[in-house]
């Protein structure tokens, strides 16, 4: 419905309260107004910092491109980028090894539909591979250019877990 409001706007409301309440301290010199700011930051991080293992745990499993109870490879890429373009064979080569064990998926940030996956996962740049265990909790993850030994280990990882 209100497309427009999202995960930021309450920072955003957040600073806008701190400006707000900073100027009032200064026309007034109330020192009242002081000792207001710190219980909202401290009221607005328990609001903004909600999440609970339970709740994380739960959104993934919800998120509904996960296969349970299996281990998840998810990379988040765009096609216009060099450093996914030359990880391709790598990541080919790691989805013929790990196939039968590890479900793979690819997540093109240029959709518009994968723009929640990115807010949701905090990607921040391309290529990023999570790795989720078969309990859907994140394991791991890192950024760039896939290479073939780091990549393994943190497969292996997520089996051994």
Not at 6 to 12: A, E, T
Not at 86 to 104: E, G, H, I, L, N
Not at 110 to 123: G, H, I, Q
Request: hydrophobic content about 50%; glycine content about 2%.
């Amino acid at each position: 419905m209100f497309e427009f409001i999202n995960q930021n706007s309450v920072l955003i409301a957040l600073v806008a309260l701190i400006i707000f309440i900073s100027y009032l301290f200064l026309k007034t010199r109330s020192y009242a107004f002081l000792l207001i700011l710190p219980i909202i930051i401290i009221a607005s991080l328990v609001v903004i910092n909600d999440s609970t293992p339970e709740k994380l745990e739960q959104e993934i499993k919800s998120a509904g491109f996960f296969i349970i109870d299996q281990p998840t490879v998810v990379e988040f890429m765009s096609p216009s980028c060099m450093a996914c373009i030359y990880s391709r064979p790598t990541v080919s080569a790691m989805k013929d090894k790990f196939s039968d064990q590890v479900d793979f998926i690819v997540v093109n940030v240029k959709e518009s539909e994968a723009m929640d996956l990115v807010l949701k996962y905090k990607v921040r740049s391309t290529p990023t591979f999570i790795m989720f265990g078969s309990d859907g909790l994140e394991k791991t993850r890192f950024s760039g250019l896939a290479r073939s030994k780091i990549m393994q280990e943190s497969i292996e990882m997520i089996l051994e877990n």
